[in-house]
């Protein structure tokens, strides 16, 4: 994954107040060495109302560690009762924002125009979109995920352009370091593997994350589609981290669950640097 920067990004959905993401900022920074941060980009996903205090945080103690949202509008202002828009995120300096999540997905139908929209909404806002794609278990079994999967990224990139992909030219929020980029980054999270503690094997993690990058390269180019990142989400644990990151298509990992436990996380950025 030549030039390709690992990203560990912990979405800690809707957990931690903003005291508690406080605390484990604080934790985090403490128990994660300047090489390693160096090595691996490593971002925490809070809910909407820890933001800003894990922006004083960050800021003030000038922390590498990023941040970013779980979700956007896809408008950007106006009567949308509850909503919060790419500018009020770009506003507190969040680098990146989840799209497409497969909880919003399921709960909250967002289908696939909906995620397009949310990916434009984005990068519109110099945000970088942490786009979420992945089958159920019936998809699974009649053993059409790859083409699940590679659909629901089209759907999702429609009418973007190789620049937007990447991020070149484009200034982005925050700053990811070096091999970072901006542009979009793909997770492939198999829904049956969500929360469930049955990680994908190493094997599968790499088919889809493979022929996820296939599709890009078919689509914007071998070169463009070598510098976007692309994670593998699901009951990823410090235990199985070596293993899923061992792919050489898969450049991090989005983390639910275990980026809940300071320590269990600061071992998966540690494997991951
Ligand atoms: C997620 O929801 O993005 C996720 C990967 O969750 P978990 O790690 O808990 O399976």
């Not at 590498?64 to 408008?75: C, F, H, R």
């Not at 506003?91 to 949310?118: I, M, N, P, T």
């Not at 620049?163 to 999270?189: D, K, M």
């Not at 689509?219 to 699901?234: H, N, P, Q």
Request: contains cysteine; aromatic residues 4%.
């Amino acid at each position: 994954r030549e030039g390709r920067r690992p990203l560990i990004a912990g979405n800690w959905k809707m957990n931690l107040t903003h005291l508690e993401a406080i605390g484990m900022v604080q934790k985090l920074a403490f128990s994660l060495k300047e090489p390693e941060l160096e090595a691996a980009e490593v971002v925490v996903l809070p809910p909407f109302t820890a933001l800003r205090s894990v922006q004083t945080l960050v800021n003030g103690d000038k922390l590498e560690i990023g941040y970013g949202a779980q979700d956007l509008s896809v408008q950007d202002s106006g009567a949308y009762t509850g909503e919060v828009s790419g500018a009020m995120l770009a506003a507190l300096a969040c680098r990146y924002v989840v799209v497409g999540h497969s909880e919003r997905r399921a709960l909250h139908g967002e289908d696939d125009a909906v995620v397009a929209g949310k990916v434009q909404a984005a990068l519109r806002h110099g945000l970088v979109p942490i786009l979420c794609v992945g089958e159920g278990l019936e998809v699974r079994r009649a053993g059409e995920h790859v083409a699940h999967c590679t659909a629901q990224l089209d759907a999702a990139l429609e009418g973007l352009s190789a620049e937007q992909l990447t991020g070149s030219g484009a200034s982005t929020g925050g700053g990811g370091g070096p091999g970072s980029g901006g542009g979009v980054v793909i997770a492939y999270e198999p829904v049956w593997a969500i929360g469930t503690g049955e990680v994908a094997t190493p094997e599968d993690a790499q088919e889809v994350c493979g022929a996820l990058r296939s599709r890009l390269a078919e689509r914007f180019g071998a070169d463009t589609a070598g510098v976007v990142r692309i994670l593998y989400g699901g009951s990823v644990k410090a235990a199985n981290t070596a293993g899923i990151l061992a792919g050489p298509d898969v450049d991090g990992a989005l983390v639910g669950g275990a980026s809940l436990d300071a320590d269990e996380f600061a071992q998966i950025c540690r494997t991951a640097a």
